[in-house]
């Protein structure tokens, strides 16, 4: 849960930080194409997330 945690964190900075650039003017602003990359990265991350959590979980199960 601490990878989906660190990605949802980092995305939402990434995001701060656009969307300041476009208060600030034209130059880095945030376009819809961005939005929708970072919609699709932050869910295949925590697709990633959780297929290794499981993954590991299911690992360290196996242990003595």
Do not use: H, Q
């Not at 650039?21 to 970072?38: N, P, Y």
Request: charged content about 15%.
């Amino acid at each position: 849960m601490e990878t989906l945690w660190m990605t949802a964190c980092y995305v939402v900075a990434v995001a701060r930080r656009r969307l300041g650039a476009l208060a600030g003017g034209d130059r880095g602003a945030l376009s819809l194409e961005w939005i929708v990359i970072a919609g699709i990265v932050f869910a295949a991350a925590v697709a990633a997330g959780l297929i290794f959590n499981n993954a590991i979980s299911a690992e360290t199960a196996k242990l003595p």
